[in-house]
Every structure is written in structure tokens, then in C-alpha cells.
């Protein structure tokens, strides 16, 4: 038997929403997922209580570019003895830009599998909190309580302004 | 709709400068203590060391100035809404630019310690190289520049002459007509911001080496001024958080937009920098080559080089990366501060070894009295400024709209 129930609210408006999630915040519940029709910072801003360590796993991957960029440079250079003219065997000024290439090209790519090993992306069906609306015109919030939270969460949800608010298994 | 009762009160609270009335008496004091420290210093045995931190100081005090603007400019052009609150902020340094044009004529008298090609004309340069022609076109790039910037103020702060902000009209009313107005003369300023900084780096950074040229100096020059009046914005914004109530208009958005600003061109800077470098190093050609070994190769130069690459690119760029630094005033104050320096310190870099011929750096206490006497005509001119006029922008349409917008939620928000 779960210690939790999952409870999914649906909102209209927007200003509905983020009272909504302002109250569950302060009660200190977890809230699963926030789905909105669009993009919207403020929600973003609500939620973003730890900021994501895909930004960590971007860095390692600019830093490997880096090193990657520059020693492939000093590789090549070595193995082909590019000499020219009244510059060092190995320079390393120009290195600059393979050094700078390789870092944004490992940090993009580093940020995409990042981004989708955390979300553990691709899903191949919807969850089943999922609702379609939120993909018309309605908000919905997915949040977890006690069972004997249960009653006073929905209020405290209705009262917010939510429309429906249903368990979700 | 016109401002909500309780933003009208709030308004009125932050509309003047926190400035101290002890502070404008020691600007006074900076001011005339540079300036005697430069008139004895022009006086005595050295005059070149007066004359060549004069000039660093008005390279560097006019870009700081014009790049405050530009950012007003970009406010207007781009129809921005983040930065309303700072924007008189920006204009504020841009006061400088009125009296920038009387202090490039003070150079005349010492033109000849100054500009090598006077005492030995370059053959073939003569028609551009020449005192009169340069003191020509140059004061009068600054007058142009300087009338810009006062024409773009000016249209700024007169919305606010004389209005109460309880009897504006609706913002929507005045919105199209009046911010029109302003984005055609700040459009006209972004071009001559580009026309004329280019013009001053060519004429009064590069001209000192006459026989070295670099197509891209007088962008570095625009681009690093730009990258100068965000700091100093950054550091105005910080001081004006201080006063209570400002905080309401001036948030962690604006500080965090205005430190992505400076990553950015924290980053430009250096890559106009590296684009120069690295041509001129592929080329080899001795014309070019020299200015560049003698500031990177040799002592004393070679430290302070490696300084100013620090304190002006990896600093900022390690520190503006993290978001929590950018919205905390007093992190952003000292960066602020850092990044000043350090681009006071390129200019010196840029300036000095071209004419400086003696043992040692020739950086001591004249310069920094000097430095600070400039410092405080700048520090009265914003002060004297933002004691005149409200320091929020609160008839701006582009602001008032936001409030309005954003007043049940006790604030500006986006």
C-alpha cells in the first residue's frame, strides 16, 4: 500500500495556478509535474527550487572539448609536421579556435544527452497523470500528500480556483 | 488606466538620488586635486607622464560615458521592458559627454609630447596625421556625439519635467507618438556611437604607434566602451538599491539580465582582441608584429598585459557565470569595480608603451590623483544629474505599461 496519494488539479487561469502552487509550496508538499499549454516564466520560476545538474554535465562536456580540440591540434600538427615559415612546430595561438569549436560542439551534445538521460527521454506513452487538455487550455498540477492530507489538499486546491482535482494512481 | 494608487506612492518615495550632501564638496575636491596634480605634473620635469594619463583618462571616462547611453539607445530601439527601471541610471554618466569636447581641447597644448608623428610625420600619412585636421574633425565627432547623447536625454527626462505622477495620462495614449520619436534619435546615436568611438581609437589610441595598423582598433574601442558603461551601470544600480523602495523597481531580473549583458560582451571584448591578435601573428609582418611583442614580450609591459587579460575577460567570465553572482549587488559591485579597472589599465596598456621611453612602469601617484580627478568630474556629473531629475524613468510609456500590467502582483515583474 502506498504512503502517498497523488492528487491532479486542474486550473483555468493561470493566476489560479500559481496561487495554487505558492500554498502547496508553502505547505512544503512535493509537487510531481506542472503542465501549462505554454511556456510561462513564472511557473518556471515557482518550480525551479534546485537549479538542474544538466548545467554540470554541459560544463564537463565543454572542458572535454577543450582539451579534446587542443590535443587533436597537437596530435595532428605532430604527426604531419605542418612547418611553416617563422612559426613553431607546435603554435599554439591558433589552437585557440579548434580548442573554442570542440567546446561548444561537446557542450551542446553533452547538454542534449544530459537532458535527455534526466528526463529519461524518449517515453513511449503518456503517464497516466497525463491529462490532454493541458495541451489546449487548461493548467494542471500534480502534486503527492498523505492520505490524510488527502481532504484538506483538495480544498485547499479547490479554493484556489482549481476546477477538478482527482487521484491519479 | 494611469498608474495604480499604490505604484504612484511607491514612485514618489524612490524618485530622488541617495547621494549624501557631503559627497558633492569631495568630488569638487577630486576634481581640483587632479587638476592640479595635472597642471604641476605638466609643469615639472616630465610632462609626458601628465599628458599621457590625461589622455588615458579621457579614452577612457568618454567611453565608459557613451556606452551608459548606448544602453539607453538599445532600450529604446529594441522596445525593451527589463531595463525601464535603469535606464536614467545609464543616461546619467552620459552628462560626461558635454564637457568631454573642452577636455579633448586641452590636449592641443600638449599635442606635441603626445602625438609622435608631429615632431617626425610619417611620409605618406601627413594628409590625415596632422594637428589641425585631427583637433578638427575629432572635437567636432565629440560636439556631434555629445549633442546626440544630450538630444537622446533630453527627450528621455522632459517626460518627466514638470509632471506630477499622479496626472500622467494613460500610457497607451502617448506610447506611439512620443517612444517614435525616441527610438529614431537613438538609432541615430548607435551609428554615431560606432562612427565616432572608431574615430577616437584611430586618431587617439593608434596614431601614437603611426606606423601600426589594425582595421578592427576602433570596433575593439567601441565594444569595450560598451562593455565599460554596462559595468558602470552595474555599479549605479547597485549603489541605487540601497534606497529603500528601489528594490522594488530594480530586482534580481534586472541585475541578472544586466550581468548576462556584460558576459556578453565580456566575451566580444575579448574576441575583438583575439581576432586582431591572431591575424597579426598568422601575417608576421614586422609593421604589425611590434606593437603587439613589445606589450606581451617585454618587461614592464609584459605582467601588466597578462593582468589586464585576467582581470578583464577570465575574471568576469568564470565570475558571470553563475546566476547567483549576478543578482547579488554587492558580488556585482565589486565585479563592477574589477572590470573598471582593469579596462582603465588596458587603455594604459594601449597608450603608454607607445610613448614611454623611461625604466618602470610609470604608474604611481600623479596618475592615480590624476585618474581621480576625472573620476570625480564623472561622479558630479551623474550626481548633479540624477539630484535634477527622477531617478525612475516613471513617464517612460514602456515602463508605465509594465506597472500597469504587473500591479496586482506588487511589482515589475518581467
Same mark, same amino acid.
Given at each position: 500500500?502506498?504512503?502517498?496519494?497523488?492528487?491532479?488539479?486542474?486550473?483555468?487561469?493561470?493566476?489560479?495556478?500559481?496561487?495554487?502552487?505558492?500554498?502547496?509550496?508553502?505547505?512544503?508538499?512535493?509537487?510531481?509535474?506542472?503542465?501549462?499549454?505554454?511556456?510561462?516564466?513564472?511557473?518556471?520560476?515557482?518550480?525551479?527550487?534546485?537549479?538542474?545538474?544538466?548545467?554540470?554535465?554541459?560544463?564537463?562536456?565543454?572542458?572535454?572539448?577543450?582539451?579534446?580540440?587542443?590535443?587533436?591540434?597537437?596530435?595532428?600538427?605532430?604527426?604531419?609536421?605542418?612547418?611553416?615559415?617563422?612559426?613553431?612546430?607546435?603554435?599554439?595561438?591558433?589552437?585557440?579556435?579548434?580548442?573554442?569549436?570542440?567546446?561548444?560542439?561537446?557542450?551542446?551534445?553533452?547538454?542534449?544527452?544530459?537532458?535527455?538521460?534526466?528526463?529519461?527521454?524518449?517515453?513511449?506513452?503518456?503517464?497516466?497523470?497525463?491529462?490532454?487538455?493541458?495541451?489546449?487550455?487548461?493548467?494542471?498540477?500534480?502534486?503527492?500528500?498523505?492520505?490524510?492530507?488527502?481532504?484538506?489538499?483538495?480544498?485547499?486546491?479547490?479554493?484556489?480556483?482549481?476546477?477538478?482535482?482527482?487521484?491519479?494512481? | 488606466?494611469?498608474?495604480?494608487?499604490?505604484?504612484?506612492?511607491?514612485?514618489?518615495?524612490?524618485?530622488?538620488?541617495?547621494?549624501?550632501?557631503?559627497?558633492?564638496?569631495?568630488?569638487?575636491?577630486?576634481?581640483? &586635486?587632479?587638476?592640479?596634480?595635472?597642471?604641476?605634473?605638466?609643469?615639472?620635469?616630465?610632462?609626458?607622464?601628465?599628458?599621457?594619463?590625461?589622455?588615458?583618462?579621457?579614452?577612457?571616462?568618454?567611453?565608459?560615458?557613451?556606452? %551608459?547611453?548606448?544602453?539607453?539607445?538599445?532600450?529604446?530601439?529594441?522596445?525593451?521592458?527589463?531595463?525601464?527601471?535603469?535606464?536614467?541610471?545609464?543616461?546619467?554618466?552620459?552628462?560626461?559627454?558635454?564637457? &568631454?569636447?573642452?577636455?579633448?581641447?586641452?590636449?592641443?597644448?600638449?599635442?606635441?609630447?603626445?602625438?609622435?608623428?608631429?615632431?617626425?610625420?610619417?611620409?605618406?600619412?601627413?594628409?590625415?596625421?596632422?594637428?589641425?585636421?585631427?583637433?578638427?574633425?575629432?572635437?567636432?565627432?565629440?560636439?556631434?556625439?555629445?549633442?546626440?547623447?544630450?538630444?537622446?536625454?533630453?527627450?528621455?527626462?522632459?517626460?518627466?519635467?514638470?509632471?506630477?505622477?499622479?496626472?500622467?495620462?494613460?500610457?497607451?495614449?502617448?506610447?506611439?507618438?512620443?517612444?517614435?520619436?525616441?527610438?529614431?534619435?537613438?538609432?541615430?546615436?548607435?551609428?554615431?556611437?560606432?562612427?565616432?568611438?572608431?574615430?577616437?581609437?584611430?586618431?587617439?589610441?593608434?596614431?601614437?604607434?603611426?606606423?601600426?595598423?589594425?582595421?578592427?582598433?576602433?570596433?575593439?574601442?567601441?565594444?569595450?566602451?560598451?562593455?565599460?558603461?554596462?559595468?558602470?551601470?552595474?555599479?549605479?544600480?547597485?549603489?541605487?538599491?540601497?534606497?529603500?523602495?528601489?528594490?522594488?523597481?530594480?530586482?534580481?531580473?534586472?541585475?541578472?539580465?544586466?550581468?548576462?549583458?556584460?558576459?556578453?560582451?565580456?566575451?566580444?571584448?575579448?574576441?575583438?582582441?583575439?581576432?586582431?591578435?591572431?591575424?597579426?601573428?598568422?601575417?608576421?609582418?614586422?609593421?604589425?608584429?611590434?606593437?603587439?611583442?613589445?606589450?606581451?614580450?617585454?618587461?614592464?609591459?609584459?605582467?601588466?598585459?597578462?593582468?589586464?587579460?585576467?582581470?578583464?575577460?577570465?575574471?568576469?567570465?568564470?565570475?558571470?557565470?553563475?546566476?547567483?553572482?549576478?543578482?547579488?549587488?554587492?558580488?556585482?559591485?565589486?565585479?563592477?569595480?574589477?572590470?573598471?579597472?582593469?579596462?582603465?589599465?588596458?587603455?594604459?596598456?594601449?597608450?603608454?608603451?607607445?610613448?614611454?621611453?623611461?625604466?618602470?612602469?610609470?604608474?604611481?601617484?600623479?596618475?592615480?590623483?590624476?585618474?581621480?580627478?576625472?573620476?570625480?568630474?564623472?561622479?558630479?556629473?551623474?550626481?548633479?544629474?540624477?539630484?535634477?531629475?527622477?531617478?525612475?524613468?516613471?513617464?517612460?510609456?514602456?515602463?508605465?505599461?509594465?506597472?500597469?500590467?504587473?500591479?496586482?502582483? %506588487?511589482?515589475?515583474?518581467?
Amino acid at each position: 500500500m502506498h504512503s502517498h496519494v497523488r492528487l491532479q488539479a486542474i486550473f483555468v487561469y493561470l493566476d489560479d495556478l500559481l496561487r495554487a502552487l505558492r500554498s502547496l509550496k508553502d505547505r512544503q508538499l512535493t509537487i510531481h509535474a506542472v503542465h501549462s499549454p505554454v511556456p510561462n516564466h513564472e511557473i518556471a520560476a515557482l518550480m525551479a527550487d534546485r537549479a538542474s545538474p544538466v548545467r554540470y554535465i554541459t560544463l564537463a562536456g565543454g572542458i572535454l572539448g577543450i582539451v579534446t580540440g587542443f590535443s587533436l591540434s597537437v596530435y595532428t600538427a605532430m604527426q604531419w609536421r605542418f612547418l611553416v615559415s617563422g612559426k613553431p612546430p607546435v603554435p599554439r595561438v591558433p589552437y585557440v579556435i579548434e580548442s573554442f569549436e570542440f567546446c561548444i560542439l561537446f557542450a551542446v551534445l553533452f547538454n542534449v544527452i544530459g537532458l535527455l538521460l534526466l528526463t529519461r527521454l524518449p517515453r513511449f506513452g503518456l503517464p497516466a497523470s497525463y491529462d490532454p487538455r493541458v495541451t489546449e487550455d487548461r493548467y494542471s498540477v500534480l502534486v503527492s500528500c498523505t492520505p490524510a492530507q488527502r481532504e484538506e489538499i483538495s480544498r485547499l486546491l479547490r479554493e484556489n480556483g482549481a476546477e477538478e482535482v482527482n487521484v491519479v494512481s | 488606466m494611469s498608474y495604480p494608487e499604490r505604484e504612484r506612492n511607491a514612485i514618489i518615495a524612490v524618485s530622488r538620488w541617495p547621494g549624501r550632501p557631503g559627497l558633492l564638496p569631495l568630488f569638487v575636491g577630486l576634481a581640483l &586635486a587632479g587638476a592640479a596634480t595635472f597642471v604641476s605634473g605638466v609643469m615639472g620635469d616630465n610632462p609626458l607622464r601628465a599628458w599621457q594619463t590625461y589622455l588615458i583618462n579621457l579614452v577612457f571616462w568618454t567611453g565608459l560615458a557613451a556606452g %551608459g547611453v548606448l544602453f539607453s539607445a538599445i532600450q529604446s530601439i529594441t522596445h525593451a521592458f527589463w531595463g525601464r527601471p535603469l535606464k536614467r541610471l545609464a543616461e546619467a554618466p552620459g552628462t560626461f559627454l558635454l564637457i &568631454a569636447p573642452l577636455l579633448f581641447l586641452v590636449l592641443y597644448a600638449g599635442r606635441s609630447h603626445i602625438f609622435p608623428w608631429i615632431n617626425h610625420p610619417v611620409a605618406g600619412k601627413e594628409g590625415w596625421l596632422n594637428a589641425p585636421f585631427l583637433f578638427l574633425r575629432d572635437g567636432f565627432s565629440l560636439l556631434l556625439l555629445g549633442a546626440a547623447a544630450l538630444s537622446l536625454i533630453w527627450l528621455s527626462v522632459r517626460r518627466e519635467c514638470g509632471q506630477a505622477v499622479a496626472q500622467l495620462p494613460p500610457a497607451a495614449d502617448t506610447e506611439g507618438r512620443e517612444e517614435g520619436v525616441v527610438v529614431v534619435f537613438a538609432q541615430i546615436y548607435a551609428i554615431l556611437y560606432a562612427l565616432v568611438l572608431s574615430l577616437i581609437a584611430f586618431d587617439l589610441v593608434m596614431s601614437l604607434s603611426p606606423r601600426w595598423y589594425s582595421t578592427l582598433f576602433g570596433a575593439y574601442y567601441f565594444i569595450g566602451s560598451f562593455y565599460m558603461g554596462l559595468a558602470g551601470l552595474m555599479l549605479l544600480a547597485c549603489l541605487a538599491v540601497r534606497k529603500e523602495g528601489m528594490g522594488r523597481y530594480i530586482k534580481a531580473l534586472q541585475f541578472q539580465n544586466l550581468g548576462k549583458l556584460m558576459l556578453g560582451f565580456a566575451l566580444l571584448t575579448g574576441d575583438f582582441f583575439f581576432t586582431q591578435f591572431l591575424v597579426i601573428w598568422y601575417g608576421n609582418l614586422p609593421e604589425e608584429t611590434g606593437f603587439v611583442i613589445l606589450r606581451s614580450q617585454f618587461a614592464p609591459w609584459r605582467s601588466l598585459a597578462w593582468t589586464v587579460l585576467a582581470v578583464c575577460f577570465i575574471l568576469p567570465f568564470v565570475a558571470l557565470l553563475s546566476r547567483r553572482n549576478k543578482v547579488r549587488p554587492w558580488a556585482m559591485f565589486i565585479l563592477g569595480s574589477v572590470i573598471l579597472v582593469g579596462m582603465w589599465l588596458e587603455k594604459f596598456l594601449l597608450v603608454v608603451p607607445s610613448l614611454w621611453q623611461g625604466q618602470g612602469l610609470p604608474l604611481g601617484l600623479s596618475e592615480v590623483l590624476i585618474s581621480l580627478g576625472f573620476f570625480g568630474v564623472m561622479a558630479l556629473c551623474i550626481t548633479i544629474f540624477l539630484g535634477k531629475f527622477p531617478l525612475l524613468p516613471f513617464a517612460d510609456p514602456l515602463l508605465r505599461i509594465e506597472a500597469e500590467e504587473q500591479s496586482t502582483d %506588487g511589482g515589475l515583474a518581467r
